[in-house]
């Protein structure tokens, strides 16, 4: 049984990091894209913004649509939505086609990954969770963070319809092993679209879903404008700056680890120290940002951090919505794209209005916000209840 659950782990995990890979991969190759379809990196930029929005407008309906159907059939479904897409991307001969054929796979995204984060959560046991958990978020996070420069790799050195061959293979893959290697999974208990829905009338709910988007906004606020950061205030360029990246990357990979392990171990102290570990390695990036060497050291902590936030935030507002699984990691995957959006819109007016160095001012206004949402559901609600209510 541990191993065939190891094994389904593993199959979501590459999943993720496929359909992950497809939505974030682009940004390492948009001045590619644009050169290649004669547009400007400003209009390529929609193959990443509107594949976003599509993504936050679908994620709280479409995994509760399919939340009925067998899990096998669904994840067969989508994971062969995005290998017809990128299929579709490599030979598109203008920038529409190409468009569409994002968008339409990102409609489907929330579904898979809502899935995937519920059939690891409850293919173990309650306490081994958020473990098992963090191993697919570890597909996520290798999926944002390491996806572009694999990405950008590829395209680099081979050509644009290569790297989007890239996609289409590791989405393939995980088709292939889900269809051969993964049981039927039929839903045995089928919960109303209304039953679901009702979660929202939880006034704890709510709270979870604003400290979700709270700790979107305070981790993207900083890292949608790192290499900018590292290179205007640090003052890195060419290789030292692909280590800092990389660094970066590898932090983010053993944070998911460490966050799965905190959280199965004790899940209401770590989600409450975090905003503030969180605050100081924000304050230690001000103090370190105009020196190499301790700012890589700091960026490290950064990526560990990184990683850990988006544990939290799966777990909190899961475990607020327990009875509705697939419903509850819906709007985790909405209220992070949400968060994401706003953070770096924030992010962005610090930059214009008081320069780089200071978007670390917007990562503690948001810190701020997401640690009082957690000290006040932790005073409305039991602690002794891991918020299952």
């Given amino acids: 049984m541990a191993k065939r659950n190891n094994m389904l782990i593993f199959i979501l995990m590459i999943g993720v990091f496929g359909i992950l890979t497809t939505e974030m991969g682009v940004i390492g190759i948009l001045p590619l894209i644009a050169e290649h379809f004669h547009i400007s990196v400003s209009k390529a930029g929609l193959l990443v913004s509107l594949f976003a929005l599509a993504v936050a407008i679908s994620a709280p309906t479409m995994p509760l649509l399919f939340s009925s159907i067998n899990r096998k ?41 809502s899935l995937a984060l519920t059939v690891a959560a409850t293919s173990v046991s309650k306490e081994e969770a958020p473990k098992a958990v963090s191993k697919v978020m570890l597909g996520v996070t290798a999926g944002m963070i390491l996806g572009v420069p694999i990405t950008n790799y590829i395209a680099g050195a081979t050509s644009l319809e290569m790297a989007m061959l890239f996609f289409a293979i590791v989405n393939a893959l995980a088709f292939i092993a889900t269809l051969l290697f993964v049981p ?15 979660v929202l009338k939880k006034p704890i709910v709510w709270l979870a879903i604003a400290t979700v988007i709270f700790i979107g906004s305070a981790s993207s606020s900083i890292n949608s404008f790192i290499a900018e950061y590292l290179g205007t205030v640090t003052n890195i360029s060419g290789k030292t700056l692909t280590l800092a990246l990389f660094l970066l990357g590898i932090a ?76 509850a990691n819906g709007l985790f995957l909405s209220c992070g794209n949400l968060g994401i959006t706003i953070g770096t819109a924030v992010g962005g007016l610090f930059i214009s209005g008081m320069g ?20 006040l559901s932790n005073f409305m609600f039991s602690p002794a209840k891991q918020l299952s209510r």
Wanted: positive net charge; aromatic residues 10%.
């Fill in 73 to 113: 059939k669904v994840m067969l479904l989508v994971l062969g939505i995005f290998v017809l897409g990128n299929i579709t991307s490599m030979f598109a001969t203008n920038f529409t086609v190409l468009l569409i054929a994002r968008v339409i796979p990102a409609i489907f995204h929330p579904i898979y990954c």
């Fill in 184 to 198: 039927s999974m039929p839903v045995k208990e089928r919960l109303s679209y209304g039953a679901q829905i009702s």
């Fill in 252 to 327: 983010s990979l053993i944070g998911n680890v460490a966050g799965g392990r905190l959280l199965t171990k004790n899940a209401m102290k770590t989600a409450t120290y975090f905003p503030i570990a969180l605050g100081i390695v924000l304050l230690l990036s001000f103090l370190t940002g105009k020196s190499t060497g301790p700012m890589l050291i700091t960026i490290m902590l950064w990526g560990i951090l990184f990683a850990i936030g988006n544990n939290v935030s799966q777990y909190w507002i899961t475990s607020s919505a327990s009875e509705a699984p697939d419903f």
């Fill in 356 to 375: 780089t160095q200071y978007i670390v001012l917007g990562g503690l206004l948001f810190m701020i916000l997401s640690l009082a949402s957690i000290l």
